[in-house]
């Protein structure tokens, strides 16, 4: 399957188009109104396709704390020098003009969902018809032996877009000739990208050309790992000798740090470090818990609609959502919120509901030039988000083909960015 911009956003366009119908107004509202939590892949394009759709039926309002926002997607090019921070870079400027939405910049702090209420930092309090929540992720505390978020300084984890990812590049130039990077890989499911493997092989693109003699430890609680084969035949073509895999089998599950003292401890075995990246477990960002629509990590939702299954006027999407068979990729909150879209706009205007229906790919550059991807389609089933079929790139490709799949991914970068922020 190929993508460019213009097929992809095609595609989303052909997905939610649809029959307009009578509005079905909220009690106590002029309009029906949707208050969206978290402006990424999921938030962003739910928020807009909700605006744009509607034509002006419903009152949209996003809520994120940051003014400019940074995907994790891609953001391993820029550690492997091929992108600029300021590529990643992205505002909300268009959907509020353009498209009428209430952008507030503030954190959500609390769900009173019996009186269906959102409550901000700064103490306004928003009430909603319709609430959706696309928080992504937050880390499960005392994942890593050793380590918290007081560590990230230390020992970021570059998994939220921006600073941290400098910060994480910054440790990297500055390792001594012949140093070592540690990776503390996380176990499944977690988001990706950022995926730790292609984080590895761009480190290692780095690496192999400012400091050559350096060596990279992944330690990793994971027996095997998405795209495995294609990586490791990657790592042997480009950065012989350079990077040391350490999985279950050999104690890589057993790990612990110090941050004050750089060291890592695999199995019983300390290893002075120069820059090590700590990838811990992760849960649902804080405030799906808060809402209470979680269990265990993660927050159970119905596949049809992503709503959630403590409460059918909530819905999580994306990385926070536990949905069956999808990966915590952009792609998938980018699809999942088009879906979503159309069930909330159904509920609230009268117009047409489609079958849910979703798509992802994966996409990981090893070395220049040299791209693989993963991905599948999916349909809703009672249970679950349920795979339909999938496709993975091959092993010895030519380099024509990994070129190609290179640049269907940059394709696919500017069509998702253009879809999420108009």
């Known amino acids: 399957m190929t993508l460019n911009r213009r097929i992809f956003m095609g595609t989303g366009a052909a997905a939610m188009a649809s029959l307009s119908a009578p509005s079905v107004l909220a009690e106590g509202h002029d309009k029906p109104s949707v208050v969206v939590v978290g402006g990424g892949a999921g938030g962003a394009t739910v928020a807009r396709y909700l605006a744009k759709d509607s034509k002006g039926e419903i009152d949209v309002t996003l ?36 498209y009428g939405i209430n952008v507030i910049h503030d954190w959500a702090v609390e769900v009173d969902r019996g009186g269906k209420t959102v409550t901000l930092a700064g103490g306004a309090k928003l009430p909603y018809d319709k609430l959706v929540l ?116 050999f104690g890589g599950g057993n790990v612990s740090v110090d941050p004050v003292a750089m060291t890592v401890t695999i199995d019983g075995e300390e290893t002075k470090v120069d820059a090590c990246n700590v990838i811990p477990a992760m849960k649902a960002g804080r405030i799906a818990e808060l809402a209470g629509v979680t269990e265990g990590n993660w927050a159970p939702v119905n596949a049809a609609d992503m709503s959630t299954k403590a409460d059918a006027d909530v819905y999580v999407l994306g990385d926070a ?61 009672e249970e679950k988000i349920a795979k339909v079929d999938g496709f993975i790139s091959a092993t010895g490709e030519d380099s024509a083909t990994r070129k190609a799949t290179y640049e269907e991914s940059e394709g696919w970068y500017a069509g998702i960015t253009a879809d999420m922020f108009g």
């Open 63 to 98: 809520i994120e704390p940051s003014r400019t926002y940074f995907t994790c997607f891609f953001s391993n090019l820029y550690l492997g020098g091929f992108k600029e921070m300021d590529d990643l870079g992205h505002t909300y400027g268009t959907l509020a003009a353009k």
């Open 134 to 249: 696309s928080p992504g992720i937050d880390f499960v505390d005392g994942a890593v032996e050793g380590w918290s978020v007081e560590s990230q300084n230390a020992m970021p984890h570059a998994y939220k877009g921006g600073s941290q990812t400098e910060l994480l590049k910054a440790q990297i130039a500055a390792m001594p000739e012949g140093g070592t990077f540690a990776m503390v890989a996380p176990p499944n499911p977690y988001r990706c990208p950022p995926g730790p493997y292609e984080r590895v092989s761009m480190v290692a693109h780095t690496l192999k050309e400012t400091n050559p003699s350096a060596k990279i430890i992944i330690a990793d609680p994971k027996d095997k790992f998405s795209k495995q084969s294609l990586f490791q035949e990657g790592w042997g073509k480009h950065y012989a000798g350079m990077v040391d895999w350490i999985g279950s089998d």
């Open 321 to 381: 959502a536990n949905q069956g068979d999808m990966p915590k990729s952009g792609f998938s909150a980018n699809s999942q919120a088009k879906v979503c879209a159309n069930a909330v706009r159904g509920a609230l205007t009268g117009s047409k509901v489609f079958p849910a229906k979703f798509s992802n790919t994966c996409w990981s550059l090893i070395d220049t030039d040299d791209g693989v991807k993963v991905g599948a389609t999916y349909e809703a089933t």
